[in-house]
């Protein structure tokens, strides 16, 4: 299966998020540079250009609409609508979903062929997630949205950023769909310092840990037949390897083959955590590595009662 990535360009993000450069006053001047210099016509010529040019590759399944955040943008049904009639399987496309709490809207999109969404959530109530993306209201707006899409046979796949101002509430998201967890890496630019976000591994719920995107076979208990090299802070492209500073994976430098029989199957942390919390707590402990597998396979099953998107099947 091949997924084939769409940048919508002239669609603006409604979050603020502590994590991410988004919110901050020179990014948004950018953006708004960029849809003013672009006009409506020539940005609907790039996107159905590369809608067509995807489309050309038969190895090609599944379409995803990227962005700020592509739900906002005002030709996403007529987007949505081309991609369904050049033959894409599967149109995804990955948004905050405050749009989606128009029930009207929800039927137009999906009527135009959207078979998927991949949605953030960052907490159980409005009392943890709005002040992490700095919008309030907007907890009860994704609520909203998620009642509507309830209504359809469309995957949704929620996401939740493993960060220190919801550590204490994430075993407490148990929605309806499927959701999985994702460890931050560094935002160039965002408002706040990494470690202002990030929790130590120590820290998290061996639960939340064992269903993240961490393979760290010492830490989370999970162990991956992928090389290192190709691992990537975007699952959906593990084609492509990543060597940017902030986003890319390492073994810390004290693990070795000699010292760890699970070596080849790590696939390492992001650099900018082992430059800011260190390598003391990657040790290869072979009396637990076994109770710690056991017990996040036994306990993860509290979130595998929800709806799952088709191609987590």
């Given at each position: 299966?091949?997924n084939?990535?769409?940048?919508?360009?002239?669609?603006?993000?409604?979050y603020?998020?502590?994590f991410?450069?988004m919110?901050?006053?020179n990014?948004v001047?950018?953006?708004q540079r960029?849809?003013?210099?672009?006009?409506?016509?020539?940005?609907?010529?790039?996107?159905?250009?590369?809608?067509?040019?995807?489309?050309?590759?038969?190895?090609?399944?599944a379409?995803?609409?990227m962005?700020?955040?592509?739900?906002?943008?005002?030709?996403i049904?007529?987007?949505?609508?081309?991609?369904?009639?050049l033959?894409y399987a599967?149109?995804?496309?990955?948004?905050?979903?405050?749009?989606?709490?128009?029930?009207?809207?929800?039927?137009?999109?999906?009527a135009?062929g959207?078979?998927?969404?991949?949605?953030?959530i960052y907490?159980s109530?409005?009392?943890?997630?709005?002040?992490?993306?700095r919008?309030?209201?907007?907890f009860d707006?994704?609520m909203?949205a998620?009642?509507?899409?309830?209504?359809?046979?469309?995957d949704?796949?929620?996401?939740?950023?493993i960060?220190?101002?919801?550590?204490?509430?994430?075993?407490?998201?148990?929605?309806?769909?499927f959701?999985?967890?994702?460890?931050?890496?560094?935002?160039?630019e965002?408002?706040?310092s990494?470690d202002?976000?990030?929790p130590?591994?120590?820290?998290?719920?061996?639960?939340i840990?064992?269903?993240?995107?961490?393979?760290?076979?010492?830490?989370?208990?999970?162990?991956?037949?992928?090389p290192?090299?190709?691992?990537?802070?975007s699952?959906?492209?593990?084609?492509?390897?990543d060597?940017?500073p902030?986003?890319?994976?390492?073994?810390?430098?004290?693990?070795s083959?000699?010292?760890?029989?699970?070596?080849?199957h790590?696939?390492?942390?992001?650099?900018?955590?082992l430059?800011?919390?260190?390598?003391?707590?990657?040790?290869?402990?072979?009396?637990?590595?076994?109770v710690?597998l056991d017990?996040?396979?036994?306990?993860?099953?509290?979130?595998?009662?929800?709806?799952?998107?088709s191609?987590?099947?």
């Amino acid at each position: 299966m091949k997924n084939y990535h769409v940048l919508l360009v002239r669609a603006h993000c409604h979050y603020r998020c502590i994590f991410c450069r988004m919110g901050r006053a020179n990014h948004v001047a950018h953006r708004q540079r960029q849809i003013e210099e672009t006009s409506p016509e020539q940005e609907w010529s790039r996107v159905e250009a590369s809608l067509r040019e995807g489309a050309k590759d038969a190895s090609t399944t599944a379409l995803h609409f990227m962005g700020n955040d592509p739900i906002h943008h005002p030709d996403i049904v007529r987007a949505v609508a081309l991609g369904r009639e050049l033959g894409y399987a599967g149109i995804v496309i990955e948004t905050n979903a405050l749009q989606l709490d128009d029930p009207a809207f929800t039927r137009e999109v999906i009527a135009a062929g959207a078979t998927g969404f991949k949605i953030p959530i960052y907490g159980s109530c409005a009392e943890v997630h709005d002040p992490i993306v700095r919008a309030p209201g907007s907890f009860d707006r994704v609520m909203a949205a998620f009642e509507n899409l309830w209504a359809y046979p469309v995957d949704v796949e929620l996401n939740a950023l493993i960060l220190k101002q919801n550590l204490h509430d994430l075993p407490r998201c148990n929605f309806r769909y499927f959701i999985g967890f994702r460890f931050p890496f560094r935002h160039v630019e965002a408002d706040f310092s990494y470690d202002y976000y990030t929790p130590r591994l120590f820290d998290v719920p061996g639960v939340i840990l064992f269903r993240s995107d961490l393979v760290v076979p010492c830490i989370t208990g999970r162990r991956s037949e992928m090389p290192i090299e190709v691992a990537r802070a975007s699952p959906g492209m593990p084609e492509q390897p990543d060597t940017d500073p902030h986003t890319s994976r390492r073994r810390p430098s004290r693990c070795s083959e000699d010292n760890c029989p699970d070596y080849h199957h790590c696939q390492g942390i992001f650099v900018p955590y082992l430059e800011t919390y260190g390598e003391d707590e990657f040790e290869y402990r072979p009396d637990v590595a076994a109770v710690l597998l056991d017990y996040c396979c036994r306990i993860s099953n509290r979130f595998d009662g929800r709806r799952r998107p088709s191609y987590l099947e």
